[in-house]
């Protein structure tokens, strides 16, 4: 409910004060003096969100879309249309015709909220909104909330909207009881869309079928989505592991909310999280582990493990959150495979460097990580550095006794 001009507006508290509010909002609109418009009717106003339009006059309706379509100073950024209600029609052509033409709407939020609790059908007045949004692909956001996606043509509508705004940032389907038989082409729409960076899909009816879809986007290398919502659906362990699996080799997704699902929390973060952030097979497992994701939601408290290595990650540095993880969970180095590299003692030794190079940079990496508990632990690096030392000492001792000591032999000395 803002404009340039006031930030804030009273909602209208009677007949007389709507049409008067609503001509007002027309007005600012023809000097390009509004930035958020809610159409909807008086007692499912969305107080806070837009400037509220309501009118049962189509005329109103055909002003107010040449309105939108010349607002040139692109002042207009986001319309919030509740379906129920509303005095628009879909042969309001005057109307959707201004949505087209418009170039500054880049929100646009759908809502069906009833009164009965039952969701609205997108029917033809979103399916005309979806479609006139279709050919200016504007939209970086797109909400459709509590609406009934069980019509196959309404679906198609979303499915291609989805498809033709390739600038879509953000994705939100919430409380519309979408099944996996219905997530599974919308995933497909927007494969591909690089731009997009936040998908919610809370209080729906998604499962394992659908997690597995999401898979594929999360492990294609070209997706950019950093926050993916899942909460309040049908997933049980199975999806949880299957989206677990697929962030193995995923630099990109920060935020995954898995709360209110059919999910074993205990199985779940001990098995496949615990894993996914650190992978204690081996050191090459830890540095390959996932050090990307910073926010999981699931049921319950999170153990303490599983805290600490999201709050790791956290450091903007992955490479010193590779380093710490492994001073924390592989503690005793083995540096018996460094001794075979290359074919002579020479070249043996000059491994030596490297691995003294890694514990100073590892001790620059502890600087950086500066939560509690890594605090108080301490690592020892100079000691493990030092034990290092003495491992390539007693492999090679022959490399480590000092020249005076040797034998010259052809003229070439033991270094």
Known sequence: MRTKE???WR?????RDLEEFSKETLRLIEQNNLIELGICNKDNYLSGE???FTSRDRDDYSRLGSCIGRNNNNELKSLYVQLEGIGLSAKDSVFFDGIKQNSSINKFRLNGYSDNEENNPIGEIGCALLTAFQTNNNLTTLRIWSCDLGNVDDRVVINTTLSSCTNLKTIQFNHNNTNCEQLLPMVEAIRGHRSMEVLKLEHNRIGNVGCQALTTLLQDPNCNLHTLILNHNRINNEGA????NSLANNNKLKKLDLRDNQ????HIVKVAFARLFCNTTSINSIHSSNHTLIDLETQGNIATRLHSLLQMNQCKNKSHVAMIKILNYYPNMDMGALFEWGS??????MSLPYVIDWFDRAEEAIETITFEREKTEGYNTEERKLSAIYQFALAMPMMFIPSSHTKVEDKKIAI
């Open 6 to 8: 006031t930030p804030f």
């Open 11 to 15: 909602h209208p508290s009677s007949r």
């Open 50 to 52: 837009a400037r509220l």
């Open 241 to 244: 592991i299957a989206i677990a």
């Open 263 to 266: 999910i074993d929390n205990q």
């Open 344 to 349: 002579r003692d020479e070249r043996n030794l």
